[in-house]
T-cell receptor
């Protein structure tokens, strides 16, 4: 039972354009959402997060949007750079003092120069 | 800060041997997590500890797997006996679980241990 789904295994974008990575979830108890980036032979690194009390969070070139009614979140990268090429994982946690993270399967982003 | 430190980075062993993976969490963090990443199952949580106490080990695949956290700065994941299907990358992560709501559960990962069981 996949509670967090990233339906696009891969995405290819031209340098300078916008990258949009999508994530859907099924558990309405999730109240905190995170995006992680992973390069080969490294561990996932935290990128950006959003709590359920917000619908948007920005950090430089990265913006995360949350649509609670649709149980959908997305990560926008503008402008995309070749160094952004990596695997991106969506994750979610639930509960008053949420601890466990449930991860999606990941999306491979390739930014072409 | 040195981040989460895992050792070894690579481990090659033969079926039936005991394997021990090690993790040093970020100093001051009170939660520690062990994950396994495979092509088939993605990133799956095996077990996690709060304040050195195992809270949820429902992800541990079977009795061959065990994990300990004897103190706040060290944890081990042991596989005995190891099997070829245990081949995967094992990640350790740590976080500081707060008391505010919603809890900002940002986990910080180590570089992982790539395990190959022949």
């Amino acid at each position: 039972d996949q509670q967090v789904k990233q339906n696009s295994p891969s995405l290819s974008v031209q340098e300078g354009r916008i990258s949009i990575l999508n994530c859907d979830y099924t558990n309405s108890m999730f109240d905190y959402f995170l995006w992680y980036k992973k390069y080969p032979a490294e561990g996932p690194t935290f990128l950006i997060s959003i709590s359920s009390i917000k619908d948007k969070n920005e950090d430089g070139r990265f913006t995360v949007f949350l649509n609670k009614s649709a149980k959908h979140l997305s990560l926008h990268i503008v402008p995309s750079q070749p160094g952004d090429s990596a695997v991106y994982f969506c994750a979610a946690s639930a509960g008053e003092y949420g601890n466990k993270l449930v991860f999606g399967a990941g999306t491979i982003l390739r930014v072409k120069s | 800060d040195a981040g989460v430190i895992q050792s070894p980075r690579h481990e090659v062993t033969e079926m039936g041997q005991e394997v021990t993976l090690r993790c040093k969490p970020i100093s001051g963090h009170n939660s520690l997590f062990w994950y396994r990443q495979t092509m088939m199952r993605g990133l799956e949580l095996l077990i996690y500890f709060n304040n050195n106490v195992p809270i949820d080990d429902s992800g541990m695949p079977e009795d061959r797997f065990s994990a300990k956290m004897p103190n706040a700065s060290f944890s081990t994941l042991k596989i005995q006996p190891s099997e070829p299907r245990d081949s995967a990358v094992y990640f350790c992560a740590s976080s500081l679980l707060g008391t505010s709501y919603p809890s900002k559960n940002i986990q910080y990962f180590g570089a992982g241990t790539r395990l190959s069981v022949l």
